[in-house]
């Protein structure tokens, strides 16, 4: 009876999969985060509280919550930039800026504001030039999406903000401080 339960568990497992893998084919199909997840699945290094933050992210592009995946997927970015600017640059971030008093993530963040964590991430060398404008460019999204304003994401916009932060997290992880 088990073994029986297990096949048909089975089945049903591959008849989702492959449902959801011809949906995504559809430009409006919400199922079109799987390919995402794909993605996701593909990061390690994440801390617990990344993967939630961006396991929301997803669950916010399911239920067509477009402005807040945007939010919650750049919310962990921040946190695993964050992290990596204290276990690898935070020496150099201090001599880069001197007045800023930071011993760990959370005096980063009360100390500056997010463009000025990826402004000093160029200087110290984490990110070249064409990085640090994109994503200053991901930030202003996310600000657009996190306060009013006329902009509202369609899932097109979202699936592509999320695969790019995830994109660039897969880059970050592959750097080594110098």
């Not at 999204?141 to 369609?154: D, G, V």
Request: glycine share 2%.
């Amino acid at each position: 009876m088990q073994e029986i339960l297990q096949d048909v568990l089975a089945r049903v497992h591959a008849f989702e999969s492959e449902a959801h893998r011809i949906l995504a084919r559809h430009e409006a199909a919400v199922y079109r985060v799987i390919t995402i997840e794909d993605t996701y699945r593909t990061l390690t290094g994440l801390s617990l509280h990344q993967d939630a933050l961006f396991r929301e992210a997803l669950r916010c592009v399911e239920n067509q919550l477009f402005k807040a995946a945007h939010v919650m997927a750049w919310a962990g970015f921040m946190d695993y930039l964050e992290d990596k600017m204290i276990a690898e640059y935070l020496t150099d971030i201090k001599a880069a800026r001197p007045k800023w008093s930071i011993n760990s993530k959370e005096e980063l963040r009360e100390q500056a504001t997010e463009h000025q964590l990826i402004t000093v991430c160029r200087e110290v060398k984490l990110l070249g030039k064409s990085e640090e404008k994109a994503f200053l460019g991901l930030l202003n999204t996310r600000n657009e999406c996190a306060h009013p304003s006329n902009y509202s994401p369609a899932l097109n916009e979202t699936l592509g903000f999320v695969s790019q932060l995830l994109n660039r997290i897969n880059t970050l992880q592959q750097k080594s401080h110098p």
